[in-house]
């Protein structure tokens, strides 16, 4: 199985604040790699889809970029609904894995 | 637009087996480069991916999982469905259902998906 590092796993930042999350594969997946937002007691919501394309109706302060094993989602100005916990997907192979999820919390 | 929402029992005993539906809504099962797929959440963890199956009734399922799981597809009611036997306290978690989208030099991604479902394995 492809393992998906996040990291930081946490941290705490401000509305306005630039923020990047980064998403490390155990092997190349090329640009094989989803981001998703997921809110308290909601479903994940698709953010980004092969690295860095923007899903429709997705705020364009959200961005990601990478290939082969480093990725990052970058938040270019923090709005109080983007506090939320994070998680990258691998589709390069089955079984799909994710990453652990990061957490966002407002400082 | 298309829509998934699980149902089944939120409460599972050890060694039964668990059961769960989704039903679409808002388009065929059938149409499409689509995949329906499960994916679980225990709480305040990570997501597994359980398994996926297509409208022809081809499947994959995550090894972990393998030997408990079995995903069907009804394309007469619009549904998918997850078995899973045997279960214990670990596989209490939400359990979601997505469709799973293939795009370009097949590229695939999990959108939408259901609001999720929890249950909870307990005697």
């Known amino acids: 199985d492809i393992q998906m590092t996040q990291s930081p796993s946490s941290l705490s930042a401000s509305v306005g604040d630039r923020l990047t999350i980064t998403c490390r594969a155990s092997q190349s997946i090329s640009t094989y790699l989803n981001w998703y937002q997921q809110k308290p007691g909601q479903a994940p919501k698709l953010l980004i889809y092969?690295?860095?394309s923007l899903q429709s109706g997705v705020p364009s302060r959200f961005s990601g970029s990478g290939s082969g094993t480093d990725f990052t989602l970058t938040i270019s100005s923090l709005h109080p609904e983007d506090f939320a916990t994070y998680h990258c997907q691998q589709s390069y192979n089955t079984p799909r894995t994710f990453g652990q999820g990061t957490k966002l919390e407002i400082k | 637009q298309v829509q998934l929402q699980e149902s089944g029992p939120g409460l599972v005993k050890p060694s039964q087996t668990l059961s769960l539906t989704c039903t679409v809504s808002g388009g065929s099962i059938s149409s499409g480069s689509y995949y329906w797929s499960w994916i679980r959440q225990p709480a305040g963890k990570g997501l597994e991916w359980i398994g996926r199956?297509?409208?022809?009734?081809?499947?994959n399922y995550n090894p972990s999982l393998k030997s408990r799981v079995t995903i069907s597809v009804d394309t007469s009611r619009n549904q998918f469905s997850l078995k899973l036997s045997s279960v214990t306290a670990t596989d209490t978690a939400f359990y979601y259902c997505a469709r799973e989208v293939r795009g370009r030099d097949w590229v695939t991604w999990f959108d939408p998906w259901g609001q999720g479902t929890l249950v909870t394995v307990s005697s």
């Open positions: 092969a690295a860095s």
């Open positions: 199956i297509y409208s022809s009734g081809s499947t």
